[in-house]
């Protein structure tokens, strides 16, 4: 679904629709009153009900509300919900919280979507994180959730489960073949800049984030456009058990696999962390094959680094990074663990530039693990326990990595056929010596991880998994 089918060929500072045709052939849903939430609110054990072909949104623009879709603080959940090919939006200036609220629901489809116009205002707005999709509170049990081929766009986070109080965690969330969205002109000086009516800009957090999910697939999506400025750093994902209120003491993230998906045009590239607010555990995570570009810690005010890991209780354990393409320009780790090592840490068969300051700490004193380790060698000693780092080729930055991985002074002597400064290039590895294209050498790259395959990530199957996204 996009906005072509209720007459509408394009918007402003959004991809091409790429319309054959623009004719309103959909029913409409709108919102005309000043109440909470709406227009569709879901009662008390409410089930089987599947809404297709639908443009849902609300009218009244100076109004500030919350969700067009979400049931009404239930005692047993809402059930088997398919919400397909819909076009849900806010107004362009005005405050929307959310699309679809999750909370207290199970068993839901959300596929062929389209979502925009999902915003919290700056300074005078009543909310501070706007979701396109939202869920993970509440004291009802969540899942399983399909969220499948949906254009998801918002302010704060695109899609973010938790956040909120509750004594239940969401589990079996299939998450896959979305773009994640958010336009440029939402960003303060940005020619044509977008706010709210007075000029307010609208606030701006991350693009996908965890803070209460268990049994997460991360597959094949596109994640764009992330930048700081308000209380976060611009980070394309964000993974930390976590609940601001401290009414969510069973919060966890676990067992989450991110994998073949694409993040650009963002501040920072990965959040992970155990931030010593009331959660049980945030541990399992498997990351693999992504490529992440144009990470810029000035054009969009972030870390610049490929990760930020904090640890402190519960104590951050079995994180594994592996056949990654990132191209981080300020540092790759950032770190801060005051407590115990870190277990069960990895980062292999990767290739990754390491930026100006290769790997550092976030501060703190003596009671950072990072006091007094002034090579990245010393750093993964000092902060994790029998961490494995190896098979990664390294393109720049200072020394002293630890032994096992292959050191390149640039990009072309790294391999990389088209690294156009990191930002869209193609990434693929030169296979041979060719003086009349990009390719100085072969890649040591090439067969170069522990299971045989090329160094850094699967290119191929990224680009078969995301196909038709943009």
């Not at 806010?90 to 959310?98: A, D, I, L, S, Y």
């Not at 695109?158 to 773009?179: Q, S």
Request: with cysteine.
């Amino acid at each position: 679904m996009t906005p072509c089918y209720a007459g509408v060929a394009s918007l402003p500072g959004r991809p091409d629709f790429h319309c054959s045709s623009v004719h309103n052939v959909l029913a409409k849903l709108e919102l005309d009153q000043t109440i909470d939430s709406g227009p569709v609110v879901f009662e008390d054990g409410a089930n089987h009900y599947r809404f297709l072909g639908l443009e849902i949104t609300r009218g009244v623009p100076d109004f500030h509300m919350r969700n067009l879709v979400q049931p009404r603080k239930p005692e047993f959940a809402a059930d088997h919900l398919v919400f397909d090919r819909l076009w849900l939006h806010g107004n362009p200036q005005g405050e929307t919280k959310g699309g679809i609220h999750l909370s207290g629901t199970t068993d839901v489809g959300i596929v062929d979507s389209f979502f925009t116009d999902f915003h919290c205002i700056a300074a005078h707005g009543s909310c501070t994180d706007a979701q396109a999709i939202n869920g993970g509170g509440g004291d009802l049990p969540g899942g399983p959730y399909k969220i499948v081929n949906n254009f998801l766009e918002a302010s704060g986070e695109c899609l973010m489960f938790g956040g909120a109080g509750g004594t239940t965690t969401p589990t079996d969330i299939e998450i896959r073949h979305n773009h994640f969205f958010r336009p440029l002109l939402w960003k303060l000086g940005q020619p044509g800049f977008v706010g709210a009516a007075d000029g307010s800009p609208f606030i701006v957090k991350n693009c996908l984030e965890f803070k209460n999910a268990q049994r997460v697939l991360v597959e094949g999506n596109v994640l764009e456009n992330s930048w700081g400025g308000f209380t976060q750093m611009g980070f394309g994902i964000v993974i930390t058990p976590t609940n601001q209120s401290g009414h969510c003491p069973q919060c966890r993230v676990t067992d989450i696999t991110l994998r073949y998906n694409r993040i650009s045009h963002v501040g920072g590239a990965l959040d992970i962390a155990n931030v010593g607010n009331p959660s049980t555990a945030g541990e399992r995570y498997s990351i693999h094959d992504l490529v992440f570009d144009d990470i810029d810690n000035v054009a969009y005010k972030g870390l610049g680094s490929l990760a930020l890991i904090i640890s402190n209780e519960p104590i951050l354990g079995s994180v594994n990074l592996d056949h990654i393409t990132a191209f981080p320009p300020r540092a790759l780790i950032t770190v801060h663990n005051e407590a115990a090592k870190l277990k069960n840490f990895s980062i292999t068969n990767s290739i990754f530039t390491v930026g100006e300051r290769g790997m550092f700490g976030t501060g703190g004193g003596d009671a950072n693990c990072t006091s007094g380790a002034r090579t990245p060698a010393k750093i993964l000693e000092s902060c994790f326990d029998d961490v494995h780092f190896n098979n990664n080729v390294i393109i720049g930055g200072p020394g002293n990595w630890p032994p096992g991985n292959s050191e390149a002074k640039s990009p072309a002597e790294a391999g990389l056929r088209d690294f156009h400064g990191g930002k869209g290039g193609d990434y693929r590895l030169c296979q041979r010596k060719d003086e009349t294209r990009e390719c100085k050498a072969a890649s040591p790259a090439l067969g170069a991880a522990t299971d045989h395959r090329n160094a850094g990530a699967d290119l191929d199957t990224i680009d078969r998994e995301t196909a038709g996204i943009i």
